[in-house]
């Protein structure tokens, strides 16, 4: 069954990504793993080509176009390249709605076109070592003093951490709606503001995630986003446009892991026939792609109610929960299927299978994806 979500001007838009990818990326991944980040260059030829911020209003450089197919298909062709590239999601996908939904129109004349160009790099951050799953815990400290803020305290795990030129960072202010968390862009170079090395990873090596340290780093109020002391309100409002984005990655990970494995299971030979006329293998194979395509149809009726503005939270993450322990298995069960060579570094599928991991970890763990599900579900049972 074809997918039906899609029109042509989506498709015509994944094969100029692709080929860009091609290009620009795939001859230059073992490089980018070894350095722990990707070339700073790339960025701003992806700007080029408009694959970068092109929500973002025209008159800032952007087409204007909010509509998550396209971000889909950004996060499925990285996918599918075999780049586990998390920078353009969380640049696209992430960052992108709390600087064309919630900045005002001075802060988005400042970073929109930078945003879009790809000479800004952005980064959102909100964990930190003693809060991750658990946000209202955040201990970075935002204290108002006259028209600054002043922030002391430290993140971590932050993608586009060590490159970014403007970190969203999540911190403590006080009052507001009662947790008190407020917003605050940080741009790169702020006195007070440093940054530690990309973090060595078990997985996606070629992922800039960093710590970050703020001491007595002073911004202006002005570059405070949303309402100060309201942002978690602001974040509930987005983390299922995040979720959706890593589900896409999952499905579009698990299809590539299982169409690696079809081909070799039909050529690798094991006791006189190919792996794939053992019947124990081709069941397997059948029940992975099942799952994978029933999979892939919930996340694109995903799409389609986030681009409606009808996307629950309890919706995402149980999406989120639902595909992304899916990638894990196929890709494991993929991986099996090679034997010794899956485990070999050179096969692709190795790196999948590493890669895949963090998935159900980061933009909320599996567990936390099941208590928002079983907390919508039960809300309105009585007691
Ligand atoms: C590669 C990478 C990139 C990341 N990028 C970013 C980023 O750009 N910005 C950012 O802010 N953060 C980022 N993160 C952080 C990520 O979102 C957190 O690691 C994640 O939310 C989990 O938080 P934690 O690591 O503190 O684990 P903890 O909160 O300590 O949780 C540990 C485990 O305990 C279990 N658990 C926790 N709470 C419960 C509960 N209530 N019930 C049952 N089980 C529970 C879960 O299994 C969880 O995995 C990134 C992390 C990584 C590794």
């Known amino acids: 069954m074809n997918r039906e979500i899609f029109e042509e001007e989506h498709e015509e838009f994944r094969r100029s990504f692709r080929r860009f990818l091609d290009v620009e990326a795939v001859p230059h991944a073992r490089e980018w793993e070894a350095e722990h980040v990707v070339d700073r260059t790339f960025w701003p030829k992806a700007g080029a080509l408009g694959f970068l911020g092109f929500e973002a209003p025209e008159r800032f450089g952007g087409l204007g176009i909010a509509d998550f197919r396209y971000n889909a298909v950004v996060v499925e062709e990285t996918a599918l390249s075999g780049m586990a590239g998390d920078n353009f999601s969380l640049h696209n996908d992430i960052v992108a ?57 430290s993140k971590t795990f932050i993608t586009n951490g060590s490159q970014a030129d403007l970190v969203i960072a999540l911190v403590r202010t006080g009052e507001g709606d009662g947790r008190g968390l407020t917003l605050v862009a940080v741009e790169g170079g702020t006195p007070g503001f440093t940054r530690g090395t990309p973090l060595v990873k078990a997985g996606r090596m070629a992922q800039d995630t960093a710590e970050l340290a703020f001491s007595d780093c002073r911004v202006p109020v002005a570059n405070i986003i949303g309402e100060r002391g309201r942002a978690f309100d602001i974040v509930k409002r987005n983390l299922p446009r995040e979720r959706l984005s890593i589900a896409v990655n999952a499905v579009a990970s698990a299809r590539r892991g299982l169409a690696l494995a079809v081909e070799h299971a039909t050529t690798r030979t094991t006791f006189g026939k190919p792996l794939a006329e053992h019947q124990v293998v081709r069941h397997t194979l059948a029940e992975l792609h099942t799952a994978v395509e029933v999979a892939g149809s919930h996340v694109d009726r995903c799409i389609l109610a986030l681009n409606a503005g009808e996307l629950s939270a309890a919706e995402a993450a149980g999406a989120k929960y639902w595909a992304t322990e899916l990638e894990g298995r196929v890709l ?40 928002i599900v079983g907390r919508d579900l039960t809300r309105s049972v009585p007691a």
């Open 97 to 153: 709605p709390y600087l064309v939904e919630y900045a005002t129109e001075e802060q988005q004349e400042r970073w929109l076109p930078g945003f879009v160009e790809g000479t800004t790099v952005t980064a959102i951050a909100m964990t930190e070592p003693g809060a991750g799953s658990d946000l209202a815990a955040i201990q970075t400290k935002g204290r108002i003093e006259g028209d600054e803020v002043v922030i002391d305290g």
């Open 332 to 371: 494991d069960e993929a991986l099996q299927l090679f034997g010794g060579y899956g485990y070999m570094d050179e096969y692709p599928i190795s790196r999948m299978w590493r890669d895949a991991r963090i998935q159900r970890i980061y933009g909320g763990a599996s567990a936390i994806m099941l208590d």
